[in-house]
């Protein structure tokens, strides 16, 4: 059994100075295009009450490009320019559905350096892919190989704060969907990256701890230089490599884990965490963001899609530390300093391990018996529901409590 899925592929490629100075104009003229689109349809918004289409600013773009003020849009190819104009569009639908907050204006030097083309604006043909406004293709290291016969349908081309190029390759493949009856509950934490409902420990990392040393020297080294100097770019590039460093191991390590779970297990519990929140605590914010929670749950849930895997999510407030696995009994306070605990029957329980049982116990009642699929926030408080339930497929060979 398969699955056909769209899947990115992305590899690294370095540019010709040519082809480097034809990227960089036009992801000028991508930020531009974005941000005035931006202020276009705010102000009708704010002075009209007019919502204004994807259609309307696109003709707002052909006016543009006949203006002598902004004639250098027609420089460049004008398929990454449309495509900003479909982003916007695609902000604000998120927006209007109160899924994302009010699209912001792309700066210069913090945002994100991407242009997305289209199979107009792009040929690959044996290998080789040439992109609109240019004539040599890229010099692309094709580290892993692209699936057999793939038809691309989209380019995204990409320089990250560490200068290096990257294209990302859109296309259909295939994804064989092996059966397998494991069950697991997943609790994150920071001593351990993971503990496992079947009493493993996942070893926490520490990619920026292993870096530390160096990230602060390059960051002293920074702070010495005088802004809007040559030194000063230079200093800043030393930096943005070692967080792209840090970057790159961390989500090596995170996709080898998630691959890893879903290819053994057909349902995977874990536990909704408030990411957002809990980095407002100074003591472990540092430690919060290096183990990546957010990034693993991502990864996690579009491979349990692919792969045809049951991914539950319990409930933030279900208390599966507090909860004996063994008697069900509630002990009344948890500290975080306390690792292991004595419940009334007699049991003593790894608050990881017990958590990590608890976890699986909650998401096998949800798809077991259909226990309270997407609760309110104080569900657990109130006793109406324990877990909600992501991506719902067929439960079998799940085991039934």
Not at 114 to 123: M, P
């Amino acid at each position: 059994m398969a699955r056909t899925v769209k899947r990115a592929f992305k590899y690294r490629f370095y540019p010709t100075p040519g082809q480097a100075a034809e990227l960089a104009r036009t992801f000028g003229c991508v930020r531009l295009v974005y941000n005035m689109a931006l202020q276009a349809r705010t102000e009708a918004w704010t002075l009209r009450r007019q919502r204004v289409s994807y259609n309307a600013t696109s003709a707002l773009l052909t006016g543009w490009k006949k203006t002598e003020e902004l004639a250098f849009l027609n420089e460049v190819s004008s398929v990454p320019l449309q495509q900003a104009l479909r982003h916007l569009q695609v902000a604000f639908t998120n927006f209007w559905a109160k899924r994302a907050r009010y699209p912001s204006f792309k700066s210069r030097k913090r945002s994100r350096r991407s242009a997305e083309y289209t199979t107009s604006a792009f040929r690959f043909r044996d290998g080789e892919l040439r992109l609109a406004k240019m004539s040599a293709p890229l010099d692309i290291v094709w580290s892993r190989p692209l699936p057999a016969g793939a038809s691309l349908s989209t380019v995204t081309v990409s320089q990250d704060a560490a200068g290096r190029w990257f294209v990302s390759l859109l296309c259909d493949d295939v994804i064989e969907q092996v059966p397998t009856l494991g069950v697991v509950g997943i609790d994150a934490g920071l001593d351990s990256l993971l503990t496992l409902s079947t009493g493993e420990k996942i070893v926490n990392p520490r990619h920026e701890r292993a870096n530390r040393q160096r990230l602060a020297k390059a960051q002293r080294n920074l702070a010495r230089k005088k802004k809007g100097s040559a030194n000063r770019a230079k200093a800043r590039l030393k930096v943005a490599r070692v967080h792209a460093r840090i970057g790159d191991r961390r989500r090596d390590h995170l996709h080898k884990l998630t691959t890893r779970l879903v290819r053994e297990n057909q349902t995977l519990v874990i536990e909704d965490l408030t990411v957002r929140n809990m980095v407002k605590n100074r003591s472990l914010a540092r430690a919060i963001s290096d183990a990546g929670w957010r990034q693993f749950r991502t990864m996690l849930e579009y491979k349990a899609d692919w792969h045809g895997r049951n991914l539950v999510v319990v409930d933030r407030w279900f208390p599966s530390s507090k909860l004996c696995s063994t008697c069900g009994a509630l002990a009344e306070r948890m500290p975080l300093n306390v690792r292991t605990w004595t419940c009334r029957c007699g049991t003593v329980h790894d608050r990881d391990v017990n958590a990590a049982r608890n976890i699986l116990a909650a998401g096998l009642a949800v798809t077991a018996c259909g226990d309270g699929v997407r609760p309110q926030r104080e569900s657990s408080r109130t006793g109406r529901s324990s877990a909600k339930q992501e991506n719902p497929r067929a439960t079998k060979g799940v085991p039934v409590l």
